[in-house]
């Protein structure tokens, strides 16, 4: 079983840039592909971007593509979501969360393991 940890939300303004981190304790994160998902206030969660066990597959949604940057540093334990180019619809909680699937799905209910999320701000 493994716990994860978000940080590194806050308010930003619209073009800024932030780094979200979800550290892992318990079971290493390299045993899991690691997503990142969403929730903006009364709306579903949405998927962000999926990194493989590996590093080797990763996968964003169309919304984000092109700003977002998933990546992974196994030695630290560690999952990042670098977000540049913010806008205000990219308001919402982040969460992190892991998948036992060595390729990652896209799809919330796949993943076994949650981190209690971080808000994230971007003011226009």
């Known amino acids: 079983q493994v716990q994860l940890v978000e940080s590194g939300g806050r308010l930003v303004q619209a073009g800024g840039s932030l780094r979200l981190s979800c550290a892992a304790s318990?079971?290493?994160?390299?045993?899991?592909?690691m997503g990142w998902f969403r929730q903006a206030p009364g709306k579903e969660r949405e998927f962000v971007a999926v990194?493989?066990?590996?590093?080797?597959?990763?996968n964003y949604a169309d919304s984000v593509k092109g700003r977002f940057t998933i990546s992974r540093d196994n030695a630290k334990n560690t999952v990042y979501l670098q977000m540049n180019s913010l806008k205000p619809e990219d308001t919402a909680v982040y969460y992190c969360?892991?998948?036992?699937?060595?390729?990652?799905?896209?799809?919330?209910?796949?993943?076994?393991?949650w981190g209690q999320g971080t808000q994230v701000t971007v003011s226009s």
């Open positions: 318990g079971r290493t994160v390299s045993s899991y592909a």
């Open positions: 990194i493989s066990r590996s590093g080797g597959l990763i």
């Open positions: 969360a892991a998948d036992s699937n060595p390729w990652g799905r896209l799809v919330e209910y796949e993943y076994a393991y």
